[in-house]
């Protein structure tokens, strides 16, 4: 089931996906700035649940640059990156978070951040 929840600033999604016992949300929230991404990031994880997730992987393109962190999910920040890119979202930290459920889950892993940015981006469309 999935739900919606403001944890002002961020947005998040929460039962996007679910596969082999991992779980996954995404979150986001305009940012402009590192330093602001990873204030963000904090303030996600003051909620308990997101502190015990296994990743918050995130992404943000900003004057600094394109930023990521992978927080152990090799590989999940680029593919947030390259949709960051791809959608043309600049100036905006998006963040999948996964709780890890006990299973490999091989390449499905990079489909399913795909499938939660995805997600995120068409929640910001519709305001």
């Avoid at 305009?30 to 990743?55: D, Q, V």
Wanted: proline residues 2%; glycine residues 12%; aromatic residues 8%.
């Amino acid at each position: 089931m999935r739900t919606a929840t403001y944890a002002a600033p961020m947005l998040t999604l929460d039962g996007i996906i679910s596969d082999r016992g991992s779980k996954y949300a995404v979150s986001g929230a305009p940012c402009r700035s590192g330093e602001e991404a990873k204030a963000l990031i904090a303030m996600l994880c003051k909620s308990k649940k997101f502190a015990k997730a296994t990743h918050n992987s995130w992404g943000l393109i900003c004057d600094e640059g394109p930023i990521k962190n992978d927080d152990g999910e090799s590989g999940a920040g680029m593919i947030i990156l390259r949709m960051l890119e791809r959608e043309g979202l600049r100036d905006h930290l998006v963040v999948v978070t996964r709780w890890y459920g006990g299973k490999h889950l091989g390449g499905d892993r990079f489909r399913h951040v795909q499938a939660c940015v995805g997600v995120y981006f068409e929640a910001v469309r519709e305001g």
